[in-house]
């Protein structure tokens, strides 16, 4: 069956950062998009952040623009988002997806910026 398994994820200060696995099995990786979003404390799900399947077109939320890098590895099945500069407002927990909805996520992975 489908499955998303995302990792990576701790504690971090401000300014520090972080690189977010998500590791995929199941379906057919090298056809399709990933997409990664979080939740943070007492809010919903948003969006952050799409790879193409070929991991060469991708999308920013406004919010993360500029500070993080998303990428995937069709070879090793997997989508990493790399996290820069971060602020006490990504305090959340990320999850991979392959749609944005979040239908088939994974149980996602804690990432807590404070100082």
């Known amino acids: 069956q489908v499955q998303l398994v995302e990792s990576g994820g701790g504690l971090v200060q401000p300014g520090g950062s972080l690189r977010l696995s998500c590791a995929a099995s199941?379906?057919?990786?090298?056809?399709?998009?990933i997409y990664w979003l979080r939740q943070r404390p007492g809010k919903g799900l948003d969006w952050v952040s799409q790879?193409?399947?070929?991991?060469?077109?991708?999308d920013y939320a406004d919010s993360v623009k500029g500070r993080f890098i998303v990428s995937k590895d069709n070879a090793k099945n997997t989508s990493y988002l790399q996290m820069n500069d971060l602020k006490s407002e990504d305090t959340a927990v990320y999850f991979c997806?392959?749609?944005?909805?979040?239908?088939?996520r994974g149980q996602g992975t804690q990432v807590t910026v404070s100082s």
């Open positions: 790879v193409s399947v070929s991991g060469i077109t991708t």
């Open positions: 199941g379906f057919n990786f090298a056809k399709s998009w």
């Open positions: 997806s392959r749609d944005r909805a979040g239908r088939d």
